[in-house]
């Protein structure tokens, strides 16, 4: 590890995720498109924001000057087929986990959302449309450290219906994802995933949501899934991959269970540093999770990320560190 930026081009696209600075938008950046649930058109604009300020989503459609949502875990809500975040006044958003995977993926810090609806585009179902909007627009570095929460004992959490989530030290952002489903098409996949600058962008971006047919007109019932179609989701129905163009990549059930657990870490606030386990993930497994690390406060610290990249992977500063401290 070195602490050292390691800013460089990858072809078009400018890869930061390690420089020790914070970063924000160069400018304004707008994307609109059904949303999943509702149905609704929806526009949301990406602003730059000042150091220190977060992600923030505000509700443009609200006549409320409370409609600032602050995407904290205190402000999370569990529900199982979504992210959602309702602040004190109670006004909520839904849907914005693909949006947080690629500020946690992209190493972004700050940035206020204005939305105009009830929730955020769902676009083509993963994050590859938000993600090439912002390497075209380029990102800004601040001048503030940026901040990293840092694993130092392990966390773990289950679910009724076998859901396991484990956090524990390591060097760098790890996340080891399971899933199991009784459909062949999908059955089980494994993915190990080291983050690392550009690894986002390569591996997970473009990794679609997926749902299983019998499931959608129950969803529909419920008032759910009602902008939900092929164009931004892969259907199964009993083995078979329903979209006539197929899969991206024979694994990208896993990948996007992958997008969507970087996306809900993201409610820490900080890049995390640290080892995610998990079997059956989702967004209600995740909120448990995160309440839970948040509870056990000798369980973590979070340090400017010049102290992070000191730090070994059992969270401890190792000797060297400690010497070069004491000069
Ligand atoms: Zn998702």
């Not at 975040?85 to 914005?96: D, L, P, R, S």
């Not at 190493?107 to 390497?135: K, M, T, Y």
């Not at 892969?234 to 024979?250: A, H, K, S, Y």
């Not at 948040?294 to 992977?313: N, Q, Y």
């Amino acid at each position: 590890m070195t602490l050292e930026s390691k800013t460089r081009q990858r072809g078009a696209i400018l890869v930061i995720i390690s420089q020790p600075m914070q970063t924000t938008l160069n400018a304004p950046i707008s994307v609109s498109g059904i949303g999943l649930h509702s149905g609704s058109y929806i526009t949301a604009t990406l602003h730059p924001a000042d150091c220190d300020y977060g992600i923030c989503f505000h509700r443009t459609d609200v006549d409320d000057r409370d409609a600032i949502i602050p995407a904290t875990i205190d402000n999370a809500v569990e529900t199982p087929l979504c992210t959602r975040i309702e602040n004190a006044a109670g006004i909520k958003v839904n849907t914005i986990e693909h949006f947080m995977a690629a500020f946690h993926g992209l190493g972004i810090d700050n940035v206020r959302i204005d939305v105009d609806g009830p929730e955020l585009p769902i676009l083509d179902g993963s994050a590859a449309q938000i993600v090439e909007r912002i390497h075209r627009q380029g990102l800004c570095i601040q001048a503030k450290p940026r901040r990293t929460l840092v694993i130092k004992k392990p966390v773990e959490v289950s679910l009724d219906n076998g859901a396991t989530a484990r956090l524990e030290p390591a060097d760098s952002l790890i996340l080891d994802v399971t899933i199991d489903f009784d459909d062949t098409a999908i059955g089980q996949q494994h993915l190990y995933y080291h983050h690392d600058d550009g690894q986002f962008a390569t591996d997970l971006a473009s990794a679609r949501t997926f749902c299983l047919y019998k499931n959608v007109e129950m969803m529909r019932q419920a008032g759910l899934a009602q902008g939900g179609s092929l164009e931004n989701a892969i259907v199964v129905d009993d083995g078979e991959i329903m979209n006539p163009d197929g899969l991206r990549t024979p694994d990208e059930f896993v990948r996007h269970k992958a997008l969507d657990c970087l996306g809900d870490l993201y409610l820490l606030g900080a890049t995390l540093r640290g080892k995610l386990t998990t079997s059956r993930p989702g967004h209600a497994l995740s909120t448990k999770l995160l309440q839970t690390l948040m509870a056990a406060t000798d369980a973590f610290e979070i340090v400017d990320w010049s102290s992070a990249a000191m730090l070994g992977g059992n969270g401890q500063l190792p000797d060297t560190a400690v010497a070069a401290k004491s000069l």
